[in-house]
């Protein structure tokens, strides 16, 4: 059988998502995914009573959280626990503390400006080894932003640091599950060893975007690189501003969602 997995989904529980649980189940079913996992920026808040919610829908739920680093960049631990939210954000304070949970590290969206490790740490060699050689998974593909940029970098790093190359949505908004998937073959498939297919088995991204959405992807990348603005406030605004302004910004959006 082919396992369909989302590695990477908002729910409401991060600023920025405006997904509630039984709208990911949905979204899930439509799309006709077998494994989900849910990182919330920062937070680890589903309680036994939404993992219920993914079991009577005959879903598999994975434990995750996308922590932030000091610097900005975004790291995911996959089969976690809330031990792994308390400390430094240094990354590799926050890898180790994945690691002693038991967890997956996992690098997504590596060039994402602002906040993919790749951009932020690649001058940072003692930082980048240590991270990657720590990493269980890497995203090729990402739902949310443009999916066609830098592909053989990417595979690249995979090969040099034996990284498995994933396709995740990083979800947002209901409507954005499913755009990009990691299939595995299995022959069957339970929560005691989903870990181990994640990191054992061969892992085949998939991108379900149309042509016109990886039109329109590539036009704004181009439009932000032409745009004086953006390219200072990514260079020049200092990162708890540019937070403070995104927060800002979800947080009035859900004022006059009332």
């Not at 899930?28 to 920062?42: F, G, L, P, W």
């Not at 631990?77 to 996992?106: N, Q, T, W, Y």
């Not at 690189?225 to 200092?238: A, D, G, N, Q, W």
Request: hydrophobic share 40%.
């Amino acid at each position: 059988m082919i396992l369909c997995c989302d590695l990477h989904i908002h729910s409401e529980y991060s600023f920025d998502c405006f997904c509630s649980i039984r709208d990911i189940i949905s979204a899930a079913v439509k799309s006709r995914i077998d494994v989900v996992a849910v990182t919330d920026h920062n937070v680890m808040c589903l309680t036994p009573q939404h993992e219920a919610l993914f079991a009577d829908a005959n879903i598999s739920y994975i434990r995750g959280c996308e922590l932030s680093t000091k610097e900005g960049a975004h790291i995911i631990g996959l089969f976690v626990d809330s031990s792994i939210l308390s400390g430094s954000v240094h990354p590799k304070d926050i890898v180790e503390r994945i690691c002693r949970a038991g967890g997956l590290v996992v690098i997504p969206h590596p060039f994402k400006p602002v906040t993919g490790f790749v951009s932020v740490y690649s001058d940072r060699k003692d930082i980048f080894d240590y991270v990657l050689s720590k990493t269980a998974l890497i995203e090729l593909y990402n739902g949310s932003c443009d999916p066609q940029n830098n592909l053989p970098q990417i595979r690249q790093l995979a090969r040099r640091y034996s990284l498995g190359l994933i396709g995740a949505s990083d979800a947002h908004r209901p409507w954005h599950i499913g755009r990009s998937i990691t299939e595995y073959e299995v022959n069957s498939c339970n929560l005691e060893n989903l870990r181990s297919i994640l990191v054992d088995r061969p892992s085949k991204p998939v991108l379900n975007l149309s042509q016109r959405h990886l039109t329109w992807f590539g036009k704004v990348v181009k439009l932000r690189k032409k745009i004086r603005l953006y390219r200072v406030s990514i260079e020049f605004v200092p990162l708890w501003l540019k937070t403070s302004i995104k927060k800002a910004f979800y947080t009035l959006q859900r004022v006059l969602r009332g």
